[in-house]
């Protein structure tokens, strides 16, 4: 697999936020930061999540991924779109709920926008342990099962965070 990296691009209203490789835990701070960057602009009107070019995307990054479709439920009142043509992928999404906050497609995305790269600031040990505590908490909010697969986890994170 190769290493994963955060690309964006804006087109007609619509941010694209184009996750491509195995994304994994280092890169939830450029999509945090990205996150807050775009709900904050006056031109934003939708977002796109494109899976077409991910190897793999860790649990950390799925909630990163499943709060930017909450809040812009939230804001915004509209739904978000995943493009996942990866199968196996696509499964992983089904099974933790996405299909609720989504529209999941399985084409490819095809796009004429130009992309960069989206990098954030490292972080510490203790910002990484609260970003992987809220995309958790944010996947057990989407459905019972993800409630029981990731409570232990959350509970061992907020644990050590109490004991620093």
């Known amino acids: 697999m190769t290493s994963g990296e955060v690309l964006v691009a804006f087109h007609n209203g619509t941010h694209i936020i184009r996750l491509r490789g195995d994304v994994r835990l280092n890169l939830c701070s450029a999509l945090e930061k990205y996150l807050d960057d775009i709900l904050e602009r006056p031109d934003f009107s939708n977002v796109v999540i494109d899976l077409s070019?991910?190897?793999?995307?860790?649990?950390?990054?799925?909630?990163?991924?499943?709060?930017?479709?909450?809040?812009?439920?939230?804001?915004?009142?509209?739904?978000?779109?995943?493009?996942?043509?990866?199968?196996?992928?696509?499964?992983?999404?089904?099974?933790?709920?996405?299909?609720?906050?989504?529209?999941?497609?399985?084409?490819?995305f095809e796009d004429p926008a130009d992309f960069c790269q989206w990098v954030a600031d490292a972080v510490t040990e203790d910002e990484?342990?609260?970003?992987?505590?809220?995309?958790?908490?944010?996947?057990?909010?989407?459905?019972?099962?993800?409630?029981?697969?990731?409570?232990?986890?959350?509970?061992?994170l907020e644990s050590d965070r109490h004991n620093c």
């Open 53 to 108: 070019q991910a190897e793999g995307v860790d649990s950390t990054t799925l909630g990163q991924i499943a709060k930017i479709s909450i809040l812009c439920r939230d804001r915004f009142a509209i739904t978000p779109t995943i493009s996942s043509p990866n199968p196996s992928i696509t499964r992983i999404l089904l099974s933790m709920g996405f299909d609720q906050v989504f529209h999941i497609i399985d084409e490819p």
């Open 128 to 156: 990484a342990r609260e970003q992987v505590i809220a995309a958790h908490k944010v996947l057990m909010g989407l459905n019972d099962k993800n409630k029981d697969v990731f409570k232990e986890l959350v509970d061992c």
